[in-house]
């Protein structure tokens, strides 16, 4: 006789033969439901498959309907009922090792936490410890094969290094459809260990509050489009402000009664997700840094070359992989500290800056990441009262961030989205090599080859700021518009670099004289700058 054999081979018909019975399972199990096991059996005799069949469905865990089927076949099919009851109870044991397999299966795969060799440990120590280490990383980011976007990647490496203190950075990358936004946010994502990260391409409403209480701590959160999550923003906007989430369901227990359970999950998580729509996610924007794609021909050109290349074989890709796998080294060797920034109390923002209480919190969150990222070029030092051992921030990684961070803070203070300033710069320059400042839409729409909904948008968008004026025509002939801001700009460029330049001038004036922090008020006076007053009209002061 041939021993018991579940044939799962097609999930939708799984086939089982024991003894004198032979059994098929049309439909499979379902995977969901642990507290029941329905099937639809087919019975036959073993070796007659054109002989009597009996068919069935049933609860395999109901034992009066089990009982009843064993009769049943017995008298319909002539085999020995006790026989059958063995049979089918064979038959329940093998389809719940079956689906607990399936279940096990489907389960993310948790990747591993690589232990590095010595030798890797002491390359990424050395590469840790030597000098220019933010500009070592730019040269590598772009060996890995990130081609332009420089500033970008280094900013969004820094920002996933977050992932690793207890109040990570988030980020969302923004730019019109087919300009590169994932193929950005994958490339720095590669450079991150496979264990610390979690790409997402779409979630249902509920599906955070389903994690492990523990499994996404620290994580590096990867959303390859927004508009794939809209359901889970809110649950995303917790994350990233308060760092947990929780939710309580009704539930029954093995007896029936309704009971509350609450689930919990625990972060800090570093997210980071990609938009052309900048104003349909602005409340989980404006948690997170902002970054826009270069939409300039040199960059495409760039692209284009670098494909064109790869295509032909003239791209060593062998060197891209060791720069990478280089880089997550560095990652793992980076160790939970405390970092302090005694500088933070005389740093200010524009007064141009929307929201900047929260563009406050990001600045210094991400100056203290470019603190955390030099950690092993840092003193460590111990709070005396705590014991706490922390890192102390110094006035070149403040200089750092607002370097790298100028064209976002730029942004934060531009009343305009980055889609519409980027297309009235465009117009901008164009209408001085027409000689004109007055432009019909439609001569606009043919020169920029738009289409005509975001055009509309952005016209309307410019209108409403008071940048343009229309100044004749009606919407059925069209409407000829004229330019009323044109260093616009410029005065907000001067003006912040200025704000930026006196801040970094009084800090490093402090470092140079401590005692000058003896009058903190005025020298916080001192800070509150007006933009306006820093610049000549059109001009920055040199």
């Not at 068919?55 to 034992?63: A, S």
């Amino acid at each position: 006789m041939e021993s018991p054999k579940l044939i799962t081979s097609n999930p939708d018909l799984l086939l089982y033969t024991e003894g004198k019975l032979q059994m098929a399972i049309p439909g499979g199990v379902k995977l969901t439901g642990l507290d029941r096991l329905k099937v639809t059996l087919k019975l036959t005799p073993t070796g007659q498959p054109n002989g009597p069949a009996f068919r069935h469905h049933l609860d395999l865990y109901n034992h009066i309907q089990t009982e009843q089927l064993a009769e049943k076949v017995s008298e319909a099919l002539n085999i020995n009922a006790y026989e059958i009851r063995t049979v089918i109870s064979n038959l329940t044991t093998a389809l719940e090792a079956y689906r607990s397999e399936r279940l096990e299966a489907m389960k993310p795969r948790q990747a591993e936490q690589k232990e590095l060799t010595e030798t890797e440990r002491k390359t990424a120590l050395a590469w840790l410890k030597a000098p220019d280490l933010l500009g070592r990383t730019r040269q590598a980011i772009a060996a890995s094969g990130l081609i332009g976007e420089e500033t970008n990647g280094l900013i969004a490496y820094l920002v996933y290094t977050s992932r690793k203190r207890p109040a990570p950075l988030h980020l969302v990358i923004l730019s019109a459809s087919g300009m590169g936004k994932t193929w950005l946010q994958e490339k720095v994502s590669e450079l991150m260990p496979e264990e610390d990260k979690l790409e997402i391409t779409a979630l249902s409403g509920n599906a955070f509050y389903y994690f492990g209480q523990q499994e996404l701590k620290h994580k590096l959160l990867l959303i390859e489009d927004l508009d794939g999550a809209e359901s889970v923003l809110y649950p995303l906007r917790e994350l990233q402000s308060k760092r947990r989430i929780s939710k309580t369901v009704t539930l029954k227990d093995g007896k029936g009664t309704l009971k509350t359970v609450t689930l919990n999950v625990e972060g800090p998580v570093c997210v980071s997700g990609c938009t052309t729509r900048e104003q349909l996610y602005e409340d989980n924007a404006n948690r997170c840094i902002l970054l826009y794609m270069d939409a300039s021909p040199e960059q495409d050109k760039r692209i284009m070359d670098y494909q064109r290349k790869l295509s032909a074989g003239l791209i060593d890709q062998s060197i891209e992989r060791s720069v990478r796998e280089q880089l997550k080294n560095v990652q793992r060797m980076l160790k939970p500290i405390t970092v302090r920034n005694p500088l933070a109390t005389y740093l200010q923002l524009p007064e141009s800056v929307f929201k900047p209480r929260r563009t406050m919190l990001l600045l210094l969150l991400f100056t203290e990441t470019v603190t955390f990222y030099h950690q092993y070029q840092r003193e460590l030092k111990m709070d005396e009262a705590t014991g706490e051992q922390y890192i102390e921030s110094t006035i070149e990684d403040i200089e750092a961030a607002f370097i790298l961070l100028e064209d976002t803070l730029l942004k934060k203070s531009d009343e305009l989205t980055g889609a519409c300033r980027n297309f009235f710069e465009q117009l901008k320059a164009w209408l001085k090599e027409q000689g004109t400042e007055c432009f019909y839409s439609k001569g606009v729409r043919s020169a920029f080859r738009i289409t005509p909904s975001s055009l509309q948008r952005y016209l309307a968008e410019l209108e409403r700021m008071g940048q343009i004026l229309a100044i004749s025509g009606n919407r059925y002939k069209g409407f000829v518009y004229k330019v009323a801001a044109w260093d616009d700009l410029e005065l907000l460029t001067a003006g912040t670099r200025r704000l930026v330049e006196d801040i970094l001038s009084q800090i490093r004036a402090v470092a140079r004289n401590p005692a000058v922090a003896q009058g903190s008020d005025g020298l916080h006076n001192s800070l509150k700058i007006n933009p306006k007053k820093s610049v000549t009209r059109g001009k920055s002061k040199t």
